[in-house]
């Protein structure tokens, strides 16, 4: 049963920091690319992120260039999003997801087959 569980969402200040959990279970994370999106209430889902399975690629949304960094570590089965300098606009329900492939990773949703179900983060003063 494959599952994905996003942690590390919280009220944060802005300006402040914080780091997300994606841990996954049933597969190894060796040939999987993964993908970080955020919803904002009241709009789409979009991409913020993505590290390809073979850790040479990645990718940023233009919003989240030079503050947001993603990393995995295949070992723990788990990949991390660090959120540096926050703003409001960074407010939204953060979901990790998973595809089997290689090359370049997604940085739309049907590029992915497995979801969490999301972690919650508030930039609020």
């Known amino acids: 049963h494959v599952q994905l569980v996003e942690s590390g969402g919280g009220l944060v200040q802005p300006g402040g920091s914080l780091r997300l959990s994606c841990t996954i279970s049933a597969f190894s994370l060796d040939y999987y690319h993964i993908g970080w999106f955020r919803q904002a209430p009241g709009k789409e889902r979009v991409a913020v992120s993505c590290i390809s399975s073979s850790d040479a690629v990645t990718y940023y949304a233009d919003s989240v260039k030079g503050r947001f960094t993603i990393s995995r570590d295949n070992a723990m089965n788990t990949v991390y999003l660090q959120m540096n300098g926050v703003t409001p606009d960074d407010t939204g329900i953060y979901y990790c997801?998973?595809?089997?492939?290689?090359?370049?990773?997604?940085?739309?949703?049907?590029?992915?087959?497995?979801w969490g179900r999301g972690t919650q983060v508030t930039v609020s003063s």
């Open positions: 997801a998973a595809e089997q492939s290689y090359g370049y990773c997604a940085n739309y949703l049907p590029g992915y087959d497995f």
